[in-house]
T-cell receptor, first 112, second 116 residues
Framework: AQSVTQPDIHITVSEGASLELRCNYSYGATPYLFWYVQSPGQGLQLLLK??????LVQGIKGFEAEFKRSQSSFNLRKPSVHWSDAAEYFCAVGPNTDKLIFGTGTRLQVFP | NAGVTQTPKFQVLKTGQSMTLQCAQD?????MYWYRQDPGMGLRLIYY???????DKGEVPNGYNVSRLNKREFSLRLESAAPSQTSVYFCASSYQSRTSGFNEQFFGPGTRLTVL
């Protein structure tokens, strides 16, 4: 069955430090991969997406993610975290009969 | 463009009461979705509608009904609310077609529902 795993429930980093959020997926075909961010009390906003082509994709707010087929991973990275990046991050994979499968999320806390 | 709008933003119900959550999108999307979000569970799909006039069950449909009123609007109804339905509910929409491929979903701001 298709699934998405985000192994880190909660990550804490200092402002200015680098960040990597992990995402592993299980999917039979070529996946469409997404990262969404949810600020407290808000809906989900798309950060970036991968459909095909270059395996390193750039997104909004200085985020990037790399698709590694051999590792079934799509990790999210940012070279220098800002306090405003504190939020919950969701990885998702599709299409599963036109639906997305979401991971359980990683909550990012940023210390000044 | 307002994107995806949801009403109400907050609601408190007593067990057994009914209510309808409203969702509308102005992006001419054909697909619409209802999710619930619970701590540690991520987003779970309740129902979705691939096009006007069609609806299908998602992962957790029990206790809910939906109506795709027209292309813009997709409502979620709780006929007899239970405390287990306390959650944050998100509506989303996307444009799906064979020619354009699989596209991202756009989310509304959510409805926080408490059932006492």
């Amino acid at each position: 069955a298709q699934s998405v795993t985000q192994p880190d429930i909660h990550i804490t980093v200092s402002e200015g430090a680098s960040l990597e959020l992990r995402c592993n997926y299980s999917y039979g075909a070529t996946p469409y991969l997404f990262w969404y961010v949810q600020s407290p009390g808000q809906g989900l906003q798309l950060l970036l997406k991968y459909f095909s082509g270059d395996t390193l994709v750039q997104g909004i707010k200085g985020f990037e993610a790399e698709f590694k087929r051999s590792q079934s991973s799509f990790n999210l990275r940012k070279p220098s975290v800002h306090w405003s990046d504190a939020a919950e991050y969701f990885c998702a994979v599709g299409p599963n009969t036109d639906k997305l499968i979401f991971g359980t999320g990683t909550r990012l806390q940023v210390f000044p | 463009n307002a994107g995806v709008t949801q009403t109400p933003k907050f609601q408190v119900l007593k067990t057994g009461q009914s209510m309808t959550l409203q969702c509308a999108q102005d992006m001419n999307h054909n697909s619409m979705y209802w999710y619930r979000q619970d701590p540690g569970m991520g987003l779970r799909l309740i129902y979705y509608s691939a096009s006007e006039g069609t609806t299908d069950k998602g992962e957790v449909p029990n206790g809910y009904n939906v109506s795709r009123l027209n292309k813009r609007e997709f409502s979620l109804r709780l006929e007899s609310a239970a405390p287990s339905q306390t959650s944050v509910y998100f509506c989303a929409s996307s444009y799906q077609s064979r020619t354009s491929g699989f596209n991202e979903q756009f989310f509304g701001p959510g409805t926080r529902l408490t059932v006492l």
